[in-house]
């Protein structure tokens, strides 16, 4: 039964055929002024994705680098920060202070719950010195969504520079980077951006990111954001052009959609998925689900990780398992990137067979059919601006 394979991670994401093609064309070299003006456009529509005003750096790396790359910029060794921990990623901040030597206060959060602003100002009261948070915007291994505009009326208040990871998060769910008054924000390719990965970014747009840059920057060469900053649309060493070419192609489809629309769309499929669930029996694990991704709870007599195997295996549907103490124990559906509602539906009908196939009693089609009702309610879904649908 197994046909073409479909990724519904939360990353990689499946994406558009025009983007995928995007990356056979030639490509500039990175010296030329076509190049330069390839980049100009990519950062005019990026800034409407990032909602900012500010300089956006490019890197060819994973969003784990661009991370990497805030931690050198604007810390020094045995300076006191902020980490919110409450998954995989927001522990990725703390081993990242860890490598560095920065004295991380971690606000650890139960995973599948979102932080609460109180909590943040609680600590930045006890800690005075540490003037930096650093936080997602979508913790991806609990599929839990953060108040990140609560936040940062918190760290404006303490006067401290907030740090998002807005990684998975960055065009599938709101983020108002300039009006909310965020610092720094970092994102990646291969998330909502609809685009194979190997390219991160990172925002800083507010000045005193800036003014943190030049007093905090540790010793780096390829991570230095003034030297990207004064490279910005020639870049200081050769770049991912190719990536960068399909990343301007999904820019041109995601704006021309709306990216009001792409959200309700994922926010529809993430109703879907949790109506589907809930008449199947199963628990959506997270205490503020976003629209990234659903993570489903399974039922006790059933290992997560053998649904994941047979869902791939079987039928070439790609799902993400859980992470560390969750692994075994949740799935997670992705709803970023080129999806339509049939394969939605699909999933989640091969989904109530293997739940059946490893003992779990459900009635076939219960949860597709609440998922359908989701779906119709909302009206129906446009096809993909870059693809024409599939």
């Not at 064309?25 to 456009?41: I, V």
């Not at 109180?118 to 930096?132: D, I, Y």
Request: hydrophobic fraction near 45%.
């Amino acid at each position: 039964m197994k046909g073409k394979e479909l990724l519904l991670t939360p990353g990689p994401v499946q994406v558009p055929w025009s983007v995928a093609l995007a990356g056979a064309r030639p490509f500039p070299h990175h010296r030329s002024q076509d190049f330069n003006e390839l980049l100009r456009s990519i950062d005019h529509k990026l800034k409407q994705v990032f909602r900012t005003e500010g300089t956006i750096l490019y890197f060819a790396a994973s969003g784990t680098g661009a991370m990497e790359a805030c931690m050198v910029n604007l810390m020094r060794p045995g300076e006191q920060a902020i980490v919110v921990a409450g998954g995989k990623f927001g522990e990725r901040w703390d081993e990242l202070a860890q490598a560095f030597g920065i004295e991380a206060h971690v606000l650890a959060v139960p995973w599948g719950e979102a932080v609460r602003p109180e909590e943040l100002a609680e600590l930045l009261a006890q800690h005075p010195q540490a003037r930096t948070v650093f936080t997602a915007l979508f913790e991806t291994s609990t599929a839990t969504a953060y108040d990140i505009e609560a936040l940062a009326q918190v760290c404006r208040t303490a006067g401290a520079l907030l740090v998002v990871d807005a990684i998975s998060g960055l065009g599938a769910i709101p983020l108002e980077t300039d009006a909310w008054g965020v610092d720094v924000v970092v994102g990646a390719s291969h998330k909502a951006l609809q685009t194979p990965p190997g390219l991160s970014f990172v925002a800083l747009s507010s000045e005193r990111a800036w003014q943190q840059v030049e007093r905090a920057g540790m010793a780096s060469y390829y991570w230095d954001f003034r030297r990207a900053k004064e490279k910005l649309f020639f870049t200081p060493y050769t770049p991912a052009v190719s990536l960068l070419v399909q990343l301007n192609e999904s820019l041109i489809g995601l704006l021309a959609e709306g990216l009001e629309c792409i959200r309700a769309r994922y926010e529809r499929y993430a109703r879907a998925t949790r109506a589907a669930a809930q008449a199947l029996g199963l628990e959506v694990f997270s205490h503020r689900p976003g629209a990234v991704c659903t993570a489903l709870q399974m039922p006790p007599n059933v290992d997560a990780t053998q649904v994941v195997e047979l869902l791939r295996e079987r039928y070439g549907i790609w799902v993400a398992g859980g992470q560390q103490q969750l692994k075994g124990q949740i799935i997670r559906i992705a709803h970023v990137g080129d999806i339509t509602p049939q394969e939605l539906i699909g999933t989640l009908g091969v989904l109530e067979l293997v739940l059946r196939e490893l003992g779990y009693s459900c009635r076939l089609g219960a949860g597709v059919a609440q998922a359908l009702t989701v779906l119709e309610d909302a009206g129906p879904t446009p096809a993909t601006a870059s693809d024409g649908g599939k």
